[in-house]
């Protein structure tokens, strides 16, 4: 069932809408470039979270004022990334989508699902979406429930769901899905419930799914030998829970998969391909091309979901097609990315898993990880399972040749339970207990400017309440991102300064996006503290700030 809510205003202002065409393949394709609306999960389809906007400089940044707030009736965490589209803007919430004029905060309609309450069960890490794609008039989005949901971009109307599987498995969508090459594209979640990952891939106009990739290979498939027997496979995880790239020049998809199930290793000696890498397909096909995978046989659920960033740089004076990964393993990773070749490796954050990367670059493990993986004693190893960085991603400039990242300081003593049996449908299936281990300096987060290629850290901000959110870099060299605490922030992102900062009244955990119309650029951001951090950490720190999702835009006062 689905409910959907209207304002009096919204038939004269969609009209307007209408008359202006939908979105093409064009226009995505050429999403970085065209600022005045933003398409794509990534701010385009390289996902660099660049944008050529210059009005907002590091002079006038401090000239920055809230032009509307709006409310999005949710208190269970806003991590979405807003989509834009003349003049409407497009956000997602766990159980509800919307259309809000752009330039005024006016919502144009809501959309809401009929969810199930026994859902709760088998959302392991916060009731959230990431953001929904745009396509010749249709707004796409993931469900909890594990749908395909497709919407008139005009009216809000239901336009087709397709369900992928039963959510009481453990199967749900938190991910934003991309179009491709004419493909809506869609990873899914569920790896602590003994499912099987895969990406899928449907015809935008009717929902029919065309194609199913899964991640870890059925019997006899390529990979196969990496698994100790197709019964282990099938409940292997490698779930796609973040967000896609796509380079449309080589027709190749690029998507992260998730840890390889159940947690504790002992259970499934070998590789367990293809969890814990990046996978390339082709979007018409879901045919594989090529994959490279960071942790082979994941006992530390170092999932590699966070977003793919793609960029042609140069690699020893020689411009490469490359794409740029910082792994939750604690290294960031620079492969080609026409063939999946390693190209460098380092370490972005305190990492005692592996003493380093290998030529090919495969982990050496330490010899502290080696006993852990034998006999799975208690072991104390950085980073945590939340990784060096979780699902909120980066930003890339080529401007400066920098990543632009949150990344997080904490590590984990974690232990085995005992073997491990796949008990029933929805429930965890990991077999290890965990406690976290902080810093002594206190601080669990940095917001850091690393080059990708040496891995040198620039410049880094700490922070002792560590940062959940995405980051944003403009051409003006400013990096906007925000912290639990509320505070939307710009930094300098040639030194790292603080120029400017704004409370939002709730925790920031989503990816804010720059975007201009009629010669004025703005600035939105979602607010709303939730998510596996702000739920589970029991940090004593969070414990006064208000949940409340809203959705922020900001420009310079009198337009200066």
């Known amino acids: 069932m689905q409910s959907i809510i209207r304002t009096g205003v919204a038939a004269g202002l969609l009209g307007l809408c209408a008359l202006s065409g939908a979105q093409t393949t064009q226009d995505l394709l050429n999403d970085a470039q065209t600022t005045g609306d933003v398409l794509v999960n990534g701010m385009g389809y390289a996902a660099q979270r660049y944008s050529p906007l210059t009005q907002i400089n590091k002079t006038n940044v401090k000239r920055l004022v809230p032009v509307w707030n709006t409310s999005l009736a949710s208190n269970t965490g806003e991590q979405a990334q807003p989509v834009i589209h003349d003049g409407v803007m497009y956000v997602t919430t766990f159980n509800a989508t919307f259309a809000i004029d752009a330039l005024s905060g006016r919502v144009l309609w809501r959309s809401a699902l009929d969810l199930d309450p026994g859902l709760a069960r088998v959302i392991c890490c916060g009731q959230v979406n990431r953001g929904a794609a745009l396509y010749e008039g249709k707004v796409f989005r993931g469900t909890p429930d594990a749908f395909m949901q497709a919407l008139d971009a005009k009216t809000g109307k239901e336009l087709w769901r397709t369900k992928l599987l039963d959510w009481e498995d453990g199967y749900s969508i938190t991910g934003s899905p991309i179009v491709a090459n004419g493909v809506l594209i869609t990873g899914m979640a569920g790896g602590e419930y003994g499912v099987r990952g895969f990406i899928a891939g449907f015809d935008p106009a009717t929902g029919k799914e065309l194609w199913r990739h899964h991640t870890v290979p059925g019997e006899n498939e390529p990979g196969s030998d990496s698994w100790p027997s197709n019964d282990m496979a099938k409940r292997g995880g490698g779930t796609t829970?973040?967000?896609?790239?796509?380079?449309?020049?080589?027709?190749?998809?690029?998507?992260?998969?998730?840890?390889?199930?159940?947690?504790?290793?002992?259970?499934?000696?070998?590789?367990?391909?293809?969890?814990?890498?990046?996978?390339?397909?082709?979007?018409?096909?879901?045919?594989?091309?090529?994959?490279?995978?960071?942790?082979?046989?994941?006992?530390?659920?170092?999932?590699s979901i966070s977003q793919m960033v793609l960029a042609d740089i140069k690699v020893n004076g020689q411009t490469r097609p490359v794409l740029m990964h910082a792994d939750k393993n604690g290294f960031m990773y620079v492969l080609d990315r026409s063939n999946g070749k390693y190209i460098a490796g380092n370490k972005f954050v305190k990492v005692t898993w592996a003493d380093g990367l290998d030529p090919n670059g495969r982990p050496i493990l330490s010899a502290a990880t080696k006993r852990f993986m034998e006999n799975n004693d208690k072991i104390e190893t950085w980073p945590s399972n939340s990784g060096g960085v979780n699902w909120h991603p980066m930003a890339y400039s080529p401007r400066t040749g920098l990543l632009y990242a949150n990344t997080l300081e904490f590590g984990m003593e974690i232990v085995g339970k005992g073997p491990v049996e796949y008990k029933s449908r929805g429930q965890l299936y990991m077999g290890v207990s965990i406690k976290k281990l902080y810093p002594e300096d206190g601080n669990r987060g940095y917001l850091k400017a690393i080059d990708p290629l040496t891995g040198n850290i620039k410049w880094q901000v700490p922070a002792q309440i560590p940062h959940w959110a995405g980051t944003l870099v403009t051409a003006s060299d400013i990096v906007f991102t925000g912290d639990m605490l509320g505070a939307f922030k710009a930094f300098d992102a040639n030194t790292g300064k603080v120029l400017w900062s704004f409370q939002t009244g709730s925790g920031i955990v989503s990816q804010p996006i720059t975007w201009e119309h009629k010669g004025r650029q703005y600035v939105t951001v979602l607010s709303g503290i939730g998510g596996v951090y702000a739920q589970n950490s029991g940090d004593e720190r969070l414990r006064n700030v208000p949940t409340g999702g809203s959705a922020w835009t900001f420009a310079l006062f009198d337009n200066k």
Do not use: C, H, M
Not at 245 to 251: G, I
Not at 259 to 267: H, Q
Not at 281 to 290: A, F, H, N, Q, S
């Open 241 to 303: 829970w973040g967000p896609g790239s796509y380079d449309p020049k080589l027709d190749l998809v690029y998507w992260g998969t998730g840890n390889a199930g159940p947690w504790d290793s002992r259970g499934r000696k070998g590789d367990n391909k293809n969890t814990a890498s990046v996978i390339a397909v082709r979007p018409k096909t879901g045919e594989l091309v090529w994959a490279f995978q960071f942790t082979p046989n994941d006992a530390f659920d170092f999932d």
